[in-house]
Every structure is written in C-alpha cells, then in structure tokens.
C-alpha cells in the first residue's frame, strides 16, 4: 500500500475546524507549525509613522502520512473547512512518502500509521 | 526631631524618592528601546541601558557634578572632584541627596541616546561616548542653566529640564543616528521601510515606567515640600499632558493612517511628558492640556519629517520625542508661563521670557549638536561608530557578546 | 518649615506617593490583562489600557471630580468644571493633590472593564464607554458612599473603596461580558473550553505590581500620617489577606484540580487584596486573614460559576475578583470590623452596620448593572460593540490597528 | 501634629515606604530567576516566587518575627504568637510598621534559595522548606546580629544585612543545589554545559527592579530620618557598588572571555549591591567604589569555581551573589568601616571589628549549612525533594501544574 | 545514488539523545524546529477553573537528507534514542529527493551532503 | 506537467536577498519558517561564566512548489542570493510533488500554482 504525505497550508483561524473535519474522516494523527506566507493576499500594516502593505501573511501547516485511500477524501475535508473564499486561503501539496515506522514500536510501513493500543 | 530637622527630613525624603522614581526611569528606557528593535539586537540594547547608568554613575561622581553645579563662571562650573564640594545644604538638603538627585537626570539624558542609535552601533565606542556625555557635555549646557550660568541668568525657565535633560540627549541622538547612517533595510530606493519592533508589551510597559518616573522628575524638581500646592500642582499639569499627548496622538494616527497605532501613541504619551517638564510647574492645568495636545501631534510630524525627508533613521523616535519636544515645551513657557514668579506672553508677561527661553533652545541645541559631531566623528574614525554589515544582519547579540536575549 | 507646613507637607507627600503607586497599578492591569489574552489581541488590550487612563485623566477632571465629591445632594454632586472647587483643604491637603488621588481611583475602576471583555470588543467602543465610566457612573456611586451621599450618611464603612472601586468595576465588567457573549471557541457544545493566556510571566508581574499598588491603594485612603498606628496596621492587614488569598486559592486548585494552579493562584492573591479594601483599617490582623483565606475560595467557585453555569466569558476573572470579592469584602464588614471607630456584628456591633454594608452592596450593584445595561446595549445597537468574527478570529491587533505586537 | 508625632509620621513613613520597595524586590528576584532559566519551567520559578512571598508573610507573623526580635537569649528570641509584641516602639515606630519592614527582608532571604534550586526541585517540598526558613532559621541567626543575640553584642556590624539576610539565603541555596545535585545536562563527561536562560530581558528587567529596591533596603535601615546625611550617604555609597560591580564584571567577562556577557554582568550589578549592604553606612564613596569592584570581580570567579570544579548547578548565581559576596561584604566593613560609629582596620580602628566581622560570617554560614543539611537531607528523605527525570525533561509546568507559561 | 529525506518527529525531552545517536553513525548535519503533535498522547492540563484535555503535544521535527545507505541505520539509531515506551514516542518518515545543492559550492547530488572543508 | 517541491535552508541575513531574487524570476508565491541548522559551521557563544561553541544556528527554510521548468532557474537564483561564501551558507533539496491544490478555487495540479486572479 502506498503511503502519501499531505501539507496543507491554512489560515491559522481555519485551524480548528480543519482538525474537526480531519477527525470526521478518520484523521486524527498529524503534526502542525506555524509559518508565513508569501502568496497573493496582502495586507495593511502600520508602524510607527511608516503605512505599508505586506505579503507576509501568519499561515499553519498541516503535514500528515496516511494511506492512499485516505487522499482524497482528506483534500475534501479540508478544501472544505480551510475555504474562506478570499484570496490567502492555502495550498495542499500531496507527495509520496517511500518509509513510515512508528519510534515506540518499531512497526514500518502504513502499519505504523494506524490507530492501534 | 525639632522643626529644623523635621523640615530638612521631609525635603531630603522628598528629593530621595523623586531620585528613586526618576532612576527607575532608566528601566522604563531600557524596555522602550528594546521593545521597539529587533529580537536580534536585544541582548545589545539591554547591556547598554544598563552601562550607561554604571558609567554615568562613576563619571558624574567624579566630574560631572562639579563642572555642572561648582560656581565656576557663566559657561563652566569646577573640576571638584568626587562631588565634595557642598552644594546640597544651600538648598535645605543633604549634598549627597542632591548629588544623588542630580545623578539620575544626568543618566536620563546619557540614556536618550541609545534609543536612537540602536541596532548598528558598536558596543566599546557606545561605552566611551556614554560616558563623556554624561561627564562633560551635558554638565556643561545644564550648568548654563541650572548651574548659575548665562542661561539661567537671562531668565530662562527649564523647570525639570525639558532643554537641560531631553534636548541635550535628542539632539546628540540625532547626530548619532546621522553619523552612524540608517539601519540596513531601513530604506529602499530612498523609501523608509517599516522595522517593527520585537515586543509592543516591553514597549507599553517601559511607557507605563517613564510616565511613573515622571512624576519623580518633575516635582522632585522642587526640591522640598515648602509649596505643597506647587507639588501636587504639577502632579496634575504633568499627568494632564501626558494624557493629552496620548489621545492627540491617537486622534492624528487614526486620521492620517486609517487606524488607531499603538507605536506612535506610546511616543506620543512621552511626547507629552517631555514638552510638559520645563513649564510644569507654572502652566495652569488648561496650558497643560494645550501643550500636551500640541506635544502628541508634533511628534507624529516630527518623526514623519525625520524618516521621510531627512532620512535619519531613529529606530525608537528619541529625536522627536526629546529632542523636538524638549524644545517646543520650552518655547511654550514663552507663551503660557502663568505662576510659579514667570509670566509668559500670552499673560501679560511681555517677550522677554519668549526670548530668553528661544535663546536657550538655540544654544543648546548648537552646543548639543557641535559636540555630537565632534565626538561621533571623532569615534567613527578613530574606534568606529558602527558594526560591520555582516553582524549587523545577524545582530549585535551574536557577535558582539555571543549571548541570544531569548532562548527555549 | 512650623508644624502646621509641616503637617501639611508631610500628609500631602503621603497621599502623593500613594496615587503614585494607585497610578502603577494601571501597569499591573494591563500586563495582567495582556497576559490572560491571547498575543493575537495584545496590542489592542495595551493599547485600551494606556487610553483609558488617558481618557480618565481627562474626563474626570473636566466632571467626574465635581460629580463625587460636590456638596450637591445625596444622590450627586455638582457640575464643576476642571477639578477647581477646593475639597482638598479641608481634609489637610492641597486640592490638586486629592484631586490627583481621586483620579488615580477613578482609572482604576474604569480599567477593570477591559479585562472581562477582552479579545473581541471594538476599540472605537472602548474608548466611548471608558470614559463614560470614569466621567459619569464611578463618581455618582462614589458619591453615595465617599462623596457626602447617602451610603455614607448611613454608616456604610467602605475604607479604600471594596464596593466604591472595585465592585463597580467588577459589575460593568459582568454586564458587559454578558451582553458582548463569549469569545468563538469559548463554549464547544455548551462546555467551556480553556483558551490559555498566552504569558504567565505578564500575568504575575502584573499581579506583583497590583500588590505593590494596593500599598498605596489601602493605607493611602488615610490620607494622611496623623495615626501611624492606623496607616502601619493597613499594611500589614492589606498584606495578610492578599498573602491568605493566595495560599488559599493554591490549596483549593490542588484539592479540586488535582494539581496546583498558578493562573488561578494569581487570581487568588488579588481576591484577597479586593476583600480585605473596605476593612483594612478597622479588621484584626486575624480578620484580614480569614477574609483573605474566604476570598481566595470564594474567586475560585465564582470563577467556575460564571464559566459553566452562568457562560459568561470572562478573560481575565474580573468580575469575580472584582466584582464578587469587592461585594464580599464590603459585607464582612459588617462582621468582623473591630476598629477605626466602627464595630461589626461578630465584636458586638450590633447589626446596623451590616445592614449598611448590605445596602451599599445591592445599591451600587443594581447601580453598576443598571448603566451597564443601558450604555452596552446603547453602543450595542448604535456604532456596535463587538468585531466582526473576521477581526476576532484573525486578531484584533491585525484588523483594528495594523500593527502585531510581537515581532521578530 | 506636633513635633513628636511629625517625627514619628516622617520615621514611619520613610520605614514602610522602604518596605515597599523591598517587598518589590519579589518581583526582581521572580523575574531575574524565570529570565535564567528556560521556559519550560517557567510557570514553576514564578508560582515558587508568588507562594514564598505568602507563605513567609503567614510564618514569619505567626513565630518568625519573635523568635528574632523577642528578648530571649543570646541566642533565640521568643515564642510570640502574631507579632503581637512590641519591639517597634522602643525604635520610635509603630511595631505594625517596624514587623512589615522587617517581613519583607524575611521574605527576601527565602526567595534567594528558589534560584539555586530551579528547574528540578518538587514545588511542594518546596513551600515546605521556604516556610521553615522563614519561621525559623532566618530569625534564629537574624537574632544573633539584628536581634539583640551574641553577635550584635561582640561588635559585629551588619547594616542592611548582607550576612543577615544574603548569606543566609546564600548559603542554604548553596547546600540545596548541592543535595539535589545538578540539572540533567548541565554537566557531560564531567565538563560544565551553557543552559541559557530563556530571556534576558526579564534578567536586566528584574535587576533593574532589584536595584531599584535596595534604595529601600539599605537606607532604609536607618529606620528613621533623623539623619539625613546618612540616609543620603547610603543611597550614594550603594549606587556606586552596584555600578563599581556592573563595571568590574563587565571588564573581567570582556578580557576573560573575548566578549562582555550581559547574564554575567547583571550578576556583577547584584553582587556590588549584596557587598555594601552591610558596610554602606560606614565605608566611604570610595570605599564603596572597591567593594563594589572587589565583588563584580569575586562573582565571576566564584561562579567559575562552583560550575567548574565544585561541579554545583546554580543556574542563577545565587550562591556567589549572595552567599561569597554577602560574606565578602561584611568582612570588608572590618577593614574599611569609617563611620557611623564603626572604624575598621585600614582606618586605624584595630582588628577587633574585623574579628567580629570574621565571626559573624563563619558562624552564620556553619548555621544555615548546618540547617540546610538538615532540612534538606529530611526532605529528600520523606517527601522527596528532587522531580522525576521525566518530568524535568518535559519542564516542570507541564507536569506539577498541568500549565505553561507560554501560548499562542 | 539515490538520496533519501528522513524526517523524524520526536519528544522535545529526546532531542540530545537522538542527536548523539546520529552523530554516532556519521549523520552530523541536519535542521530541526519545533511543531505541535496531534496524535495517541494526552496529558492532562489546568487553566484557571477549567480542567482538561489536550492532545497537542509539543514535539521537534529532525529533518536531514543522506545517502540511500544511511537511510537503515539512521532509523535504527532514532528509534533506539527516541523510544520511552511509552504512547506519543512519534515518527519517522522517509521520502525520495530529487536533488540537493550546496550553496556555497553550487555542488549538486549526493556530493553535496559530504562532510568537505 | 510535473511540480517540484524546493526546500532551501538558507541564513536569516540573506532571506531579503533571496526573496528579491525569487521574484526576479517569477516565483512570487512560497511559505517560510525560522528553524535550527545544525552543520560545519561553528558559532562562539557565552553564557555566565561558560564559553562553548554551538553548532546550533539560526536558519530559516524557504519551500515551495513549482513547475518544473522553474527548477534550475531558482536553485540559480537562490544560490546566487543566498551565498556569502563561508562555511554554513545552507542547501537547497528538489523532490516530487504528486498534486497540489488551490483551497479557494478547488483547482488541481500545476494550475494551482499559477497566478490568477
Ligand atoms: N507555490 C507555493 N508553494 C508554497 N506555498 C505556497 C505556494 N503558493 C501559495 N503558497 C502558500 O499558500 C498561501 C496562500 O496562497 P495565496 O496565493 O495567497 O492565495 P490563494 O491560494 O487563495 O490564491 C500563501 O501565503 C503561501 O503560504
Ligand atoms: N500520520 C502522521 N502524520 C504526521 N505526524 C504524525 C502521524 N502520526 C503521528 N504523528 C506525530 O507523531 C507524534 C506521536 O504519535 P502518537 O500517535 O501520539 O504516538 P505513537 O506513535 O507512539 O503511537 C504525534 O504527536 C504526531 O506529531
Ligand atoms: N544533509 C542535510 N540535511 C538537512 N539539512 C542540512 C543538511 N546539510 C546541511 N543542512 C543545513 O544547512 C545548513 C548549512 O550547512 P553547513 O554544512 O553548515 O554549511 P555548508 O553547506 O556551507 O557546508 C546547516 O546548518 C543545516 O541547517
């Protein structure tokens, strides 16, 4: 079985209700950090007596490995809760991932990925 | 305790705690001036708010005291060394509770200078022009006009110092943010970028400080507690011009940016605060008002003007602050001077103030800013004034002490 | 100096130094605040907390001050304008230096707000109903107790202002918090979900200043050192509750949560430090620890009361540190005072004064939530009370003011 | 008033407004021990902070202040249940007052040992060994020297309490850091490791805080103002130390370790202000100026010998701020006292001073080692003292408080 | 030859242990950041009167790229050092990389990740 | 079309630089965060009284997917930018992406990476 990585790139205040939507497909490991992001939403800034714009929006990734099967319906799940409608709402990246193991016991492969105890 | 010493008691406890309040003014600048630079620079600018209050501490004790208060002539006080010669007891107080009271403004003044000099300036030559100034250049203008010199004489009112303390540092902070040069980043194609600063909270909070400190600094000023209603009145005129600095400021950013900034407003507060020190103690509450409004928008044009056109970067807006308003706060004694034995021109009391007041600003500041070029070109060529491009990118906390302000 | 100058001065220097310190806690208020709140919305909540006191100044001295503490009737007091009818003189101090004190007081009660409707209450807003606060509603209740009014003439004992302060504060802060509705996330499925300050370093810094402030805020009410005894017994029970508060909130988290908190602990102490206000002067050293071990129980299931059952989201535990303890404080009076020329029920009183400190209690609270009411619906429906979910989710500092507050 | 009871009110005031500013000492000391060490541990350091201050408030009024102020013997006061005794009167302050002030110096040797001991010690033995320092073995040796005890009576002068109050903490801190042994990581194969502290800022911020509180402690010992030349003389002679310590640390950091360090430095700030504490009333500006550069030049090395060869984790320097320096100051007063009753051995005074001084600080270490030996070897025995590898790996906030310091 | 990406998701508190188990094996480069684990763990946390549940656990990202051949006993040298036992000990993923550069030099290919002076 | 997915580690100094020059050839889009490199270069640091070298650098990742025609072009660009010479001027790693999505319009595979409006 194939294992894929999934990045997305969200708005940090669709953050929550990407990882209710997640959940409801059955993701409910994965592993999130804070970035920014150059894109085509911009926004006014002030400082001090300086007026500017900046493209540097506060963005989170998203970055799991799930079974292939999973891919679609996760890039749904979050097209879904990530859509805002204005521009700046993120990106999804998919790309293949060739080993998995799980540090605690040792288990490779897409075994590793699922929920187990 | 007899009347005597119960009076003498209650003014040197008075001058002691103002000298507190007003030290703790030095914390106040250090979280201003670090809040308002980057997270790379901290460790930097920390180190330096906190040397210039030790080297100021020895330099004045040794040197700095007698050329500012010893009798000397119109222009100079005395070499005396170690602040032995008495010049506490002629003013009811202890010599060494005036000396004390003294020190901390002279390392106000010292202070104002780091702010906008910030990010760029070499640790060892920041050391060495910290120190003259609070050893030589600053005792030297106060002596004209707190010291029995030429100023003072023409009648200039500086009450708690907006010339003497805040221009003096303002202005050789702008000579130093012109010598040094701008921050890389800081312009492209001759336009001013924004370098936000790493922490708005130290920022506020350092305001919240000086303002704190303020109320040390100028009724302290009075020296005792002879004039209570003097005291508590200029509890109210400095407190009332801060607050109309602050909302002056706000109302200008608001119209002219689109949005409430909260970065100008905090300098607009100072603003206030500043302008306010040299009359504190003879405009009524209304003049207060008034001058505190003015304080909060100049300030915003002021550091506008300074980006904009004069393209001298002041990462915190110390020119602005103290050394514009320092200047417009003593000019404004001119014109609503109104107790305290001063009467200005808007009162009745004629331009003779108005004038002794402007000839004050002018020279001070000429003798600020001569001295400035003197002493950074000196050091630029001699020591060097500012760090090499590549640790000024990876800031001065890396290679110039090899210790991050913030670690996990 | 003669004694009479003397006295003067040394009561005055006393109540100064006091609004000094009543002046810092504006600093601990807004890094508690900070603190408790996310770094999305810092900038915004610094920035309400530097303007309202900026606004305070202002507003009460043009009306608040004459509406408190003019002769008028026993409900109000009078239109003076600018602070310049003398109250001052007859307690033994300058006006300007009560008026000052009052000042410092009135900021305080107004800065409460801010804290239980954080994160998501529209700045243009803020300001409207901060200084309609400081200018109209704190001073008529004041009045009732402080001013010359009725509470006071009744008998009710509120020594540094439990109910005059901090319950008004406490109140507005219930209603606005109620009318604004909790923060999105606040509530999942009508549970309450924990939204972490985003510092606790902030949070207890702010909770140290605030004590240090409440030195001034208690012993300072005496307004005066003609009964050391007095002033030095303020100190100590001002200390032990808020010392009894904190010991007691940690014993009940750890009791209750399993382990001890240090969030809820910060509250704990300040519980204290609100009850023990009105009795400071006339409670027992032991008394001040029983209603500062009371209260730091009580802000714990006050806490939980508005946080489950009633959903009232409240940031930072305003209103039941405030709000809840203040009234607390002010009923124990009627119990354990013992001193200071009153006597509670449990010394023998009788219960006349605790039928005093209960009205004053129900009064100034119908009165507090009564202006709630009307002026948050009254912005509610005119210019708008709260931020766009937008502005909310993505932070207030982003939308409102263009400006983060932590940078790189 | 007459002028009895203005003298009071002036003495009275000066007392608790200087127990004031040592109470925000708390603050200086949470701030400088959460600024070095990581955050990870920092909702720990600040609770231990805040719960020291409550818990010495509560066991130094129940047994602590008499046991160190009550007759008794030469060796031990009374058993006097809430401070109820008067030993204020006698010095011509209220007793309230005079236990407030010396509370908060309690408090303060207490909260010297968190410091050594941060990152790893559990949080309830924690409140378990700070309240037995502070009900018992702080005022056992407290009575020895300030409490009418044996070493008072030998001669041995200690103004504001560098043995009394530093070298008791320090010490015990020093026995504490021993028996629990050093952080995970701080030493691999046998060599020291740098573990920064997660900000600097709140470092310089809390010495800046801390300095600012010894304008409290030091003069402030004089309980009084009836001396108004040597209350001044002490704020000159303590400032001077402090910076004379800043200066000399910064030179040494500089020539040793190619660069001036900030951590080190600030350091060097405290251990000038531990070294003339005991002295600063006696030894001259210029006295001060040595001991301060004697002490910013002691810090480093001892530091260095702790870390290095002693192979004791300190991570704030608690022990040689404190404890070396404490010990160094007070030994200096026996060859540089020159004043105020007391003359040491360079100014002709003989060696008996010294002698005494020597004593004081030999006997006061072997007690508050033996103490801590004690305490802690019981500790670590019953309820354990130090916490699991696991929860020192993931920080003591996650798991003794189910709370971090820092979110989002 | 082939060159692998490895990207291990690990306890913060294992992070010295992991670097000392890789530097053991010749892996002396590598860049790591700190992320938010959503995954088995949970632990228990208090704020104000509101007690609960997170399963946002802080965790480091240690990413490198080698040579085909370390590939095994880097994974091994992870678990080795990572592992507690207990639940929330995190991953390994391994990915295929195209190419590598070294910006100093501009040498590309698996000569790039040399140790070289 | 086949997207590439370039992750470059370079020095936080030179992130305006490399910007300027990713936008000179057309890449306008990317995501960054601030990381720590472990590598040859070394760094003297000091702390109370102990000096240690750290080989703990400050770092910050630039990644970003493109068509693949733009790869060489931006490992030029930013090799040209990022470097300054000495030891510790960071790498640039190229590997496959399957698919990309844009969240706002739904859009898949290389169109997503285009800029629209
Ligand atoms: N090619 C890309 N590679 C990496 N990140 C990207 C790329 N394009 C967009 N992003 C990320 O997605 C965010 C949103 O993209 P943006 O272009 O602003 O909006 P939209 O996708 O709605 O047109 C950007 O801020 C950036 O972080
Ligand atoms: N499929 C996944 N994709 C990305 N990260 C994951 C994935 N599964 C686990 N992780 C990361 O690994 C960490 C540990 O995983 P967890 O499931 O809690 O424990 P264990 O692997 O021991 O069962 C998680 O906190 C998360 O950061
Ligand atoms: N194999 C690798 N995998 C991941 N990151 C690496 C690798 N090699 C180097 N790096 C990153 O690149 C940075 C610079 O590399 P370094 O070896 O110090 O310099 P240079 O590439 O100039 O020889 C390192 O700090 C690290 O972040």
Not at chain 2, 13 to 20: F, H, R, S, Y
Request: net charge neutral; glycine share 14%; proline share 2%.
């Amino acid at each position: 079985m194939i294992m894929k990585k999934i990045e997305a790139i969200i708005r940090v205040s669709q953050f929550e209700e990407v990882t209710e939507a997640l959940h409801d497909i059955g993701i409910d490991f994965f592993t999130y950090w804070d970035v920014t992001g150059v894109g085509n939403e911009k926004s006014g800034a002030i400082y001090r007596a300086t007026v500017y714009e900046t493209r540097l929006i506060p963005r989170r990734v998203i970055s799991f490995v799930c079974r292939d099967k999973f891919v679609d319906a996760s890039i749904e799940a979050i097209c879904k809760a990530a859509k805002t409608g204005e521009m700046g709402d993120g990106k999804i990246f998919v790309s293949t991932v060739d080993e998995s193991v799980r540090i605690r016991t040792g288990e490779r492969g897409p075994e590793s990925l699922y929920i187990k105890e | 305790m007899d009347t005597t010493l119960l009076t003498t008691g209650l003014n040197t406890l008075w001058v002691l705690l103002a000298a507190i309040l007003v030290f703790f003014m030095q914390t106040g600048f250090a979280l201003v001036e670090a809040g308002f630079t980057r997270s790379k620079n901290t460790t930097n600018i920390l180190f330096k708010n906190v040397m210039d209050f030790c080297l100021g501490t020895i330099t004045f004790w040794l040197l700095g005291y007698g050329i500012m208060f010893g009798e000397g002539n119109a222009f100079i006080g005395n070499i005396e060394w170690l602040a032995t010669t008495d010049h506490g007891t002629a003013l009811g107080i202890p010599n060494m509770a005036f000396f004390f009271f003294q020190l901390v403004f002279a390392a106000t003044a010292a202070t104002i200078v780091s702010g906008a000099m910030a990010e760029r300036t070499k640790f060892k030559s920041y050391l060495m022009y910290s120190a003259i100034i609070s050893m030589i250049i600053y005792p030297i203008s106060g002596h004209w006009i707190w010291g029995g010199g030429w100023l003072g004489d023409m009648g200039m009112h500086d009450f708690a110092g907006s010339t003497v303390v805040h221009s003096v540092g303002g202005w050789l902070a702008l000579v130093g943010a012109w010598v040094l040069g701008p921050r890389i980043g800081k312009y492209r194609n001759g336009k001013p970028n924004a370098i936000p600063g790493h922490s708005l909270t130290l920022g506020a909070l350092g305001v919240f400080i000086l303002w704190l400190g303020w109320f040390g600094f100028n009724p302290g000023s009075t020296l005792g507690l002879g004039d209570v209603d003097l005291v508590a009145h200029i509890f109210v005129t400095t407190n009332l011009a801060a607050a109309a600095g602050g909302i002056a400021t706000l109302a200008v950013t608001w119209l002219r940016y689109g949005k409430p900034g909260l970065s100008m407003t905090l300098n607009g507060v100072l603003a206030g605060l500043v302008a306010i020190t040299a009359g504190c103690d003879t405009v009524t509450p209304i003049g207060a008002l008034i001058i505190g409004l003015l304080a909060g928008i100049l300030v915003v044009f002021s550091v506008e003007f300074l980006d904009r056109k004069l393209k001298i970067d002041d990462p915190v807006g110390a020119v602005s602050v103290h050394g514009v308003n320092g200047a417009f706060g003593t000019i404004m004694v001119g014109l609503l001077a109104n107790g305290n034995g001063v009467t200005g021109l808007f009162y009745g009391g004629g331009s003779e103030l108005l004038v002794a007041q402007l000839t004050g600003v002018v020279a001070v500041a000429a003798w600020a800013i001569g001295c400035g070029l003197i002493l950074f070109f000196a050091l630029k060529y001699t020591m060097g004034l500012r760090v090499s491009k590549k640790e000024e990118e990876n800031g001065l906390d890396y290679y110039e002490h090899g210790e991050k302000a913030y670690n996990s």
